[in-house]
T-cell receptor, first 116, second 113 residues
Framework: DTGVSQDPRHKITKRGQNVTFRCDPI?????LYWYRQTLGQGPEFLTY????????KSRLLSDRFSAERPKGSFSTLEIQRTEQGDSAMYLC??????????????FGAGTRLSVL | GESVGLHLPTLSVQEGDNSIINCAYS??????FIWYKQESGKGPQFIID?????DKRQGQRVTVLLNKTVKHLSLQIAATQPGDSAVYFC????????????FGAGTTVTVRA
């Protein structure tokens, strides 16, 4: 399977715990994005990377959230001191920047987080 | 079957009929649009995209139409099949917002046998 891979698929945690999600993009894709999706809504942008550089962060990304892409390949999204409002599907997408400008973002299956 | 107006959250269509899913986007500066299909428990799956210098683009059984004058986007699915049942999202890219996509709330399509 050469698509975007996310791990774990499901995560149940207690309020106040830290969680970390991993995303492996499509090989050779230089852009990687994180989105959050709540039930009945479309995905909302959180942050994105061009290679290893984090270029933009949404206002949704509070200081409890941190994302990394240390070698420009896989990425991790960590949520510290989780709150019940963090319960959502966290989606990762990747794309290949060929000539600048927007391009097709391919999504993984997501990590569903439930905070009890 | 057709969804009309700014946005209808559900669309029921008879198997074999054509479906039209409508989307009103928010920003006249948007230069890139993309349609995704999302099945339950899965991530969004790319269907078709279109740039603002085009009015129409066709794929396999799908056509996207872009009307920049009224900021309207539509996805037409020919000969709708049971496997087309899903939530469909339109998304736009605004150049001033780098490469992030802004998604609508989605339309749930149900195909009747």
């Amino acid at each position: 399977d050469t698509g975007v891979s996310q791990d774990p698929r499901h995560k149940i945690t207690k309020r106040g715990q830290n969680v970390t999600f991993r995303c492996d993009p499509i090989s050779e894709h230089n852009r990687l994005y994180w989105y959050r999706q709540t039930l009945g809504q479309g995905p909302e942008f959180l942050t994105y990377f061009q290679n290893e550089a984090q270029l933009e962060k949404s206002r949704l990304l509070s200081d409890r959230f941190s994302a990394e892409r240390p070698k420009g390949s896989f990425s991790t999204l960590e949520i510290q001191r989780t709150e019940q409002g963090d319960s959502a599907m966290y989606l990762c997408a990747s794309s290949l920047d060929l000539a600048g400008g927007p391009d097709i973002q391919y999504f993984g299956a997501g990590t569903r987080l439930s905070v009890l | 079957g057709e969804s009309v107006g700014l946005h209808l959250p559900t669309l029921s269509v008879q198997e074999g009929d054509n479906s039209i899913i409508n989307c009103a986007y928010s920003n006249s500066a948007s230069d890139y649009f993309i349609w995704y299909k999302q099945e339950s428990g899965k991530g969004p799956q790319f269907i078709i995209d279109i740039r603002s210098n085009m009015d129409k683009r066709q794929g396999q059984r799908v056509t996207v139409l872009l009307n920049k004058t009224v900021k309207h986007l539509s996805l037409q699915i020919a000969a709708t099949q049971p496997g087309d049942s899903a939530v469909y999202f339109c998304a736009e890219n605004i150049p001033s917002n780098d490469y992030k996509l802004s998604f609508g709330a989605g339309t749930t399509v149900t195909v009747r046998a």
